[in-house]
């Protein structure tokens, strides 16, 4: 019984910590691929997609 | 107990793989301010090429040598570079909003200033991290 409260205890401080990374947490790989569609865009680097058109949901 | 627990943990680690997913840049307001800003850079093209401005280090565009800009010209750069900063920061707040996560926008103008300055074209001007101005 001891053991499954300490048990228990742990996964629960486990649990809030995990919480807590996922707050903080700032996806900078996706960041930087969202900028990167972005900002290809405002300088024109990509030839199939002119800045006039708009972003095909398909481009992802 | 022990398997609500389990169960517990399961329930939620769907949420970091969420956590990791593509960032929501697909909105009407980031799509309206990206075309605005593509429509700018036509104009703003000419200026980084001949170094009057230049890729600042803290994602926005600055004015580095007036002098390469035609007298009559300067008013106009300067109001260039004020609508094209005024997007830019509203851009960075817009996907951060657009994510739910609206104090992640100082980390994506980090992101976006890294970016700008890495997609530059040969001959124009970035700032790097001592704040010198360097040419690509």
Known sequence: MRATSIL?????ATLAAACVTINIYFPAAAAEKAA????????????DAPASAPVPADKK | MKKLLFVLL??????AALAQANLEINTPAINGLKQAMAGRHAQLAAHYGSGAIGIARDGSVSLRDANAVPLPQRAAVNGLLGAENADRAALYKEIARANG???????????????W???????????????????K
């Open chain 1, 36 to 47: 990167d569609r972005i900002i290809e865009e405002v300088y024109q680097l990509r030839k």
């Open chain 1, 8 to 12: 228990s205890a742990l996964a629960a």
């Open chain 2, 101 to 115: 996560k609206p104090e992640w926008e100082a980390e994506i103008r980090n992101t976006f200033a890294q970016r």
């Open chain 2, 10 to 15: 399961l329930a939620l680690s769907p949420l």
């Open chain 2, 117 to 135: 300055a890495e997609k530059a074209s040969p001959g124009w001007y970035v700032q790097n991290a001592q704040g010198q101005w360097v040419k």
